[in-house]
């Protein structure tokens, strides 16, 4: 391992979201932002080295960097994930592109799937995400308590074992989605006490799939509430307007105390809705302090497959939930996988999916977007001392942009990541770090 400077001081580092987004000279000691300081203009030193010019084994030795105008973001928050399924797609398809077929297909081979499998493909699509600058993910698990405990357990202690083996590189939060059947309540709520036990981070399901949706509900909280813990549903991921489970979902919120710890990922029937009805249910969720995931790209794929002309699209009311006050991340969702069979989880790609999907494209509407990246799912997510700021821990991604705007018109590839008190990956790695067995080599060490 090279030697590690224990003070970097950066400069000329463009902060789209800092101040007017102009250039900073920036310190870091100890894994922490020191000090952030505004510029006048650009900064010429030779002291600096260009981050171009170091190669992956410099940089974690050079004390002084220059980005030379190069855009630096807090690193990306990924905040719905499907980490247990991602690069399945060899051998689970989906030929009719409907969700239900992707949820069937998946679990007519998940007993087939080693425990070392999906911890592999987890360790994988977590290090390529961190790879891309993520710097927190949250995965939704699949667990079918009905196929067998032994099956949905087997996924769980994957999940364990793959988060404890990337702990060095990025963090990632794991919320089962707990599927609710009345009839097999008392085996469900064993199981789920027995995970949360175990580490995991939250609560999930997906209550609108579900015999008794508000019965799966009212059980989700007395799960969270039990162990005071978060609670992630998918909620209303289906074409119809009549599906509405959003409505219950935020009467729970308000009756259980849950405001800044509910969130709703998906939202699609809202936007098939009237849309009275859809703003009322929106100023429900502000009131009731639940936040939104949008996933743009599995639910420009999976939605509105039956309709005939206008085709509806899926993806939520991203502008308007924004505008009643609720705070709205954007999320990679599936990766490679029978419910999305694109994505690489890169946030950069997300980003500009939801620009396009939602019509952010105006220069304020790049900040607003970026913030769905960034802040907003950190806020989800509930990460302390997020942020550029001093004393915050220094986690963040040098892209090779100029501007925020460069960022989607470029989409560039090079990264340079900085998590845990090193730079974890380099723009000529990066790319490469695609199979868990030589991804050790790829991170930087
Ligand atoms: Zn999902």
Not at 114 to 142: M, N, W
Not at 174 to 195: N, Q
Request: with cysteine; hydrophobic share 45%; glycine share 10%.
């Amino acid at each position: 391992m090279p030697v590690q400077a224990a003070e970097m001081v950066i400069i000329n580092a463009r902060l789209p979201l800092t101040d007017g987004g102009g250039l900073f000279k920036l310190t870091i000691r100890d894994g922490k932002w020191r000090a952030v300081e505004p510029q006048a203009g650009p900064i010429g030193s030779e002291e600096h080295q260009p981050i171009a010019a170091l190669g992956a084994g410099g940089l974690n030795a050079a004390g002084r960097i220059d980005l030379q105008g190069r855009v630096l973001l807090p690193g990306f928050v990924d905040v719905h994930m499907h980490l247990d399924k991602a690069y399945s797609l060899s051998r689970v398809r989906n030929r009719s592109g409907t969700l239900l077929e992707a949820i069937e297909n998946y679990r007519s081979v998940i007993g087939e799937f080693s425990k070392e499998t999906i911890r592999d493909r987890i360790v994988k699509a977590a290090l390529r995400a961190a790879s891309f600058g993520s710097a927190a993910l949250r995965s939704h698990l699949d667990v079918p308590v009905h196929l067998g405990r032994g099956i949905a357990m087997r996924t769980i202690e994957a999940a364990l074992e793959a988060k404890e083996k990337v702990s060095g590189v990025v963090d990632i939060q794991f919320f089962p989605m707990y599927y609710y059947d009345p009839g097999a309540e008392r085996e469900l709520t064993e199981f789920a006490f027995e995970t949360l036990r175990m580490g995991v981070d939250g609560v999930g399901g997906a209550p609108h799939l579900t015999l008794d949706p508000a019965g799966g509900i009212d059980w989700a909280f007395r799960m969270a509430t039990a162990f005071g813990r978060p609670i992630d549903l998918h909620i209303d991921e289906s074409d119809d307007p009549n599906v509405k489970t959003i409505d219950v979902y935020c009467d729970y919120v308000i009756r259980n105390g849950y405001a800044g710890k509910a969130t709703a990922g998906h939202l699609c029937s809202l936007s098939a809705m009237e849309h009275g009805e859809a703003e009322r249910l929106m100023a429900k969720m502000a009131a009731a302090g639940v936040a939104a995931v949008t996933l743009p790209a599995v639910n420009l794929y999976l939605q509105g497959r039956g309709d005939r002309g206008n085709v509806r699209r899926g993806v939520t009311r991203v502008r308007e939930l924004a505008a009643a006050g609720v705070p709205v991340a954007a999320a990679s969702d599936n990766i490679q996988d029978p419910f999305h069979p694109f994505g690489r989880g890169d946030m950069v790609q997300i980003g500009l999916m939801t620009a396009y999907a939602a019509h952010l494209a105006r220069e304020e509407d790049i900040a607003a977007v970026l913030r769905m990246l960034t802040h907003i799912p950190a806020e989800i997510a509930g990460l302390a001392d997020y942020g550029i700021s001093p004393g915050n821990p220094a986690r963040f991604v040098v892209l090779d942009a100029l501007s925020a705007e460069e960022l989607f018109q470029e989409l560039p590839a090079t990264r340079w990541v900085y998590n845990k008190s090193r730079w974890t990956f380099a723009s000529e790695l990066s790319m490469r770090c695609t199979d868990p067995a030589t991804a050790r080599l790829a991170a930087l060490s």
